[in-house]
Nanobody, 125 residues
C-alpha cells in the first residue's frame, strides 16, 4: 500500500527554520517524482518545490527560492523540505505528493497520484 507521511511542522517565529519530512512506504522513491505543496486558508493549493527521480533535478516556486531546499535520502526512503527565513506568508498546511515517472518533476498538483495527510506550518510571533 502506497503511503506518504509528512512530519516536522509546527509553530515558528518569523525568520526561523523548520525541516519537513515525507516518509514513503509501500514503494521506492527512486522511481517517483516528489512534490511539496501548500495550502493556506482561503487560498488555492500552491506548488512549492519538487524533486525529480531521474537525475535529482529540483524546482522551486519563486516565493520560496533561496529559502527552501528539497532533498532525498534513499536509505530512509524519505524526502525533506528544509525551510529557512520563514515568513508569516509561509503559513499553510504542507503536503508531499508522489508520481511514478522518470520525467522531470513539475509543480502542478494534478500531475501527482499519491498524497500525504499534510502537516501544519505556522509562522507567527
Amino acid at each position: 500500500q502506497v503511503q506518504l507521511v509528512e512530519s516536522g511542522g509546527g509553530l515558528v517565529q518569523p525568520g526561523g527554520s523548520l525541516r519537513l519530512s515525507c516518509a514513503a512506504s509501500g514503494f521506492t522513491l527512486d522511481y517517483y517524482a516528489i512534490g511539496w505543496f501548500r495550502q493556506a486558508p482561503g487560498k488555492e493549493r500552491e506548488g512549492v518545490s519538487c524533486f525529480s527521480s531521474s537525475d535529482g533535478t529540483t524546482y522551486y516556486a519563486d516565493s520560496v527560492k533561496g529559502r527552501f531546499t528539497v532533498s532525498r535520502d534513499n536509505a530512509k526512503n524519505t524526502v525533506y523540505l528544509q525551510m529557512h527565513s520563514l515568513k508569516p506568508e509561509d503559513t499553510a498546511v504542507y503536503y508531499c505528493a508522489a508520481v511514478f515517472t522518470f520525467r522531470l518533476c513539475v509543480l502542478y498538483g494534478d500531475s501527482y497520484d499519491y498524497w500525504g495527510q499534510g502537516t501544519q506550518v505556522t509562522v507567527s510571533s
